[in-house]
């Protein structure tokens, strides 16, 4: 079994690398992903968003891995943003990590996060067969 999206066509379509809602069948495992933010293995932050998106996607991705568990496997991921200028920039960062994959996906725009420095924050919930 594997996870099913929902995307009626009672409904527009979905604006972008997302789908309206996954169902995950049978039984399986879950893990959820505490909120990932750019911060490198070493430490260190990245100044862009570009830079800050790809760390907290590689951190998502290996929290993934280490549960044995990988893109396909995201059922819902919550991305929170500092300015909506920094849309596209991320977006195009999301869209690479996910490939084809179109979880359940929800973009908030914040006014801040735990450090001043950080500029993204990614969470996620993920299911496996």
Do not use: F
Not at 27 to 43: F, K, M, N
Not at 54 to 70: H, I, R, S, Y
Not at 86 to 92: H, R
Not at 105 to 116: C, D, K, N
């Amino acid at each position: 079994m594997s996870l099913r999206t929902h995307n009626p066509t009672t409904q527009a379509a979905p604006l972008g690398a997302y789908s309206n809602g996954v169902s995950a069948p049978g039984s399986g495992r879950w893990l959820h992903v505490a909120g990932q933010v750019g911060v490198r293995a070493d430490g260190s932050v990245a100044p862009d968003v570009a830079g800050q998106a790809d760390a907290a996607w590689q951190n998502l991705l290996g929290v993934l891995a280490d549960a044995g568990m990988g893109v396909g496997d995201l059922v819902k991921v919550t991305n929170y943003l500092l300015s909506a200028g920094d849309l596209a920039d991320y977006g195009a960062v999301r869209s690479r990590h996910l490939g084809t994959a179109r979880p359940a996906s929800t973009l908030v725009i914040v006014q801040a996060l735990a450090r001043p420095e950080w500029r993204v924050e990614v969470e996620a919930v993920a299911w496996h067969a």
